[in-house]
């Protein structure tokens, strides 16, 4: 069965500091990859994605995240951190063969402090 | 504006009393799903369409009902709530074409407590 972990639950940073969140994702096969974000209070909202290409991916609010396929992996990236980057960062994945079906980590919440 | 509604967005119940939440989507997306999300255990998903009259289970399906008569709306339904069933709940939908991938649009989220 498919899995995604995310080994940061919780993050405390300063602004201005760098960040790399982990996910990991265990499935054999083509996936598609995700990092969602939910602020205090909203629904989630789409960061990024990777499907094919670059494995290099960029993002809103200048978050990137980069795939290694060898390492099944898909780490979340920003140089410099602000107070209002505070939110829950949920990564996902998406196996090519289950169409529009998402398969989640538990989450790490971020916090910035300034 | 093209967005997923749900309602109500804050429900306070007792155990056994018959409950629906609505979502519904204004952008003719085929695929919806209903998730729950719980401290420390992510997102997990309840229930899937595919289309009107097609719905399958998720990964977390008891206690739950959905349907899907039209293609807008896919209520989620507890026929008899207990206090597990509190939780955070999302609805989403997609276009759902096959073979391709197709960004999932979220609802604002149903806070629900069972008492």
């Known amino acids: 069965a498919q899995s995604v972990s995310q080994h940061n639950h919780h993050v405390i940073l300063s602004e201005a500091a760098s960040l790399e969140l982990g996910c990991n994702y265990s499935y054999g096969g083509t996936v598609n990859l995700f990092w969602y974000v939910q602020y205090p209070g909203q629904h989630l909202q789409l960061l990024l994605k990777?499907?094919?290409?670059?494995?290099l991916v960029k993002g809103i609010k200048g978050f990137e995240a980069e795939f290694i396929k060898s390492k099944f992996s898909f780490n979340l990236r920003k140089p410099s951190v602000q107070w209002s980057d505070t939110a829950e960062y949920f990564c996902?994945?998406?196996?090519?063969?289950?169409?529009?079906?998402?398969?989640f980590g538990t989450g790490t919440r971020l916090q910035v402090f300034p | 504006e093209a967005q997923v509604t749900q309602n109500p967005r804050y429900l306070i119940t007792v155990t056994g009393k018959k409950l629906t939440v609505t979502c519904s989507q204004n952008?003719?997306?085929?695929?919806m799903s209903w998730y729950r999300q719980d401290p420390g255990l992510g997102l997990r998903q309840i229930y899937y369409s595919m289309n009107v009259e097609v719905t399958d289970k998720g990964d977390v399906p008891e206690g739950y009902k959905v349907s899907r008569k039209e293609k807008r709306n896919f209520p989620l339904i507890l026929e008899s709530p207990s206090p597990n069933q509190t939780s955070l709940y999302f609805c989403?939908?997609?276009?759902?074409?096959?073979?391709?991938?197709?960004?999932?649009?979220f609802g604002p989220g149903t806070r629900l407590t069972v008492l």
């Open positions: 952008m003719n997306h085929e695929y």
């Open positions: 989403a939908s997609s276009t759902g074409q096959m073979s391709s991938y197709n960004e999932q649009f």
């Open positions: 996902a994945v998406n196996a090519i063969e289950n169409t529009d079906k998402l398969i």
């Open positions: 990777y499907f094919s290409g670059d494995p």
